[in-house]
């Protein structure tokens, strides 16, 4: 019987997932708007429960998994000059894609005008956070004690951690080297069947996260800050997908249209978690097994990129930047506009990619041009949805520099990232269990 039903993909069922659970989010809201049956068992019950304990899953899985399979990636580099190039290349390749976003969001920001005529409110509050210097930034990529930043999650702790563990395995060699390499190889694998499943169970989980949103997001917010919500909308949109097009095309002549069409489920994942950091286990999945680059290159640039790469959220500072200049009635001047650059792509590093920590780095980058700090109480309330999107945003721009670093070193399977099918197959785990 079974056989004969034909099989939804993944990527389908998840698509249906995240839609199903925004009308579903949609129609509680407005049929049911005050009825404390459905939020007690549905939206504070039910959707709340699978929704936390899917990315809770998600988050389980990425201290293991980035640590093993970087380990594995690291010692199959015999090279140690190659690594140190391979950092250059993709910490650069990150800078440079975010100081492009963020320009391209201050052009829009200043073209568009979207705070013009928008009344400030005095209600406006927000407290900012104490910001790192960047002197101390740099000494927290080294733990004192490894075992503390994994249970803290301090991701590029654990990636200097995995570093010079894979490094000192690679060198040791030998019996010892090789026994612990074969354990690593296997401890990868079985992570990465994890993330698979729980993949599998992405639809339910992407469902409840949408519908419990959707259900509870105030819309009349949204549209009295209706011209700064489409814009950085809209700027998050043409940047995925055109600039990052030409990006790709450009530095690697690879198809953007086959790129994009592989990181629609991470770009969901990215979506309804609002979190890169908790999106690394699939994008990890994808970058190495569906679009061919190697686990040496994916291992590193991914978690990086999760941690330092950020350019929807540095399309958002960007254009709430100009956005709150405008409600202030304060004239920003180039140098403004080349500080906020500057700043804006020098504070991504160092910044785990979780919930909502754009609007913390937002505080710096305002700091430096003068403006008021208090501004962001104003697109705090439409912050959510954004910070959905643009987290799509940042965890494509981590797939894509992903791509180029692994192309640039001939690290990239073009079979793999031309075959449609590609890992489809081991995706599914519904045959398996
Ligand atoms: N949520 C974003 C991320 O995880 C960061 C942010 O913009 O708040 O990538």
Known sequence: MRDNKKKLNLTTRIVIGMFAGIAVGFLLKLLFPDSILVEGYLTKGLFHVVGQIFISSLQMLVVPLVFVSLVVGTCSISDPSKLGRLGGKAVGLYMVTTAIAITFAIFAAVLIQPGAGVELQSDATFEPSQAPSLAQVIIDLFPTNPFSAMANGNMLQIIV???????SMALVGGKSGDRLKTFFDDFNEIIMKLVIILMNLAPYGVFAL??????????????????YFLLVFFVLILHGVITY????????GLSPWTFLKKMREVQIFGFSTSSSNATIPVTLETVTKRLGVSNSIGSFTVPLGATINMDGTAIMQGVATVFIAQVYLVDLTLADYV??????????????????VGLIMLAMVLGQVGLPVEGIGLIIGVDRLLDMTRTSVNVTGDAMVSLIVAKSEGELDEKVFNDAEADLKERDVSEQL
Do not use: C, N, Q, R
């Open 339 to 356: 500080m906020v650059v500057l700043t804006a792509t020098l504070a991504s590093v160092g910044t785990a990619g979780v919930p909502g």
């Open 161 to 167: 951690f995995a570093l010079l563990f894979g490094i």
């Open 210 to 227: 949408m519908a419990k949103l959707f259900s509870e997001t105030e819309f009349e917010t949204i549209f009295s800050l209706g011209k």
């Open 245 to 252: 097009s030409l990006i790709l095309k450009g530095l690697t």
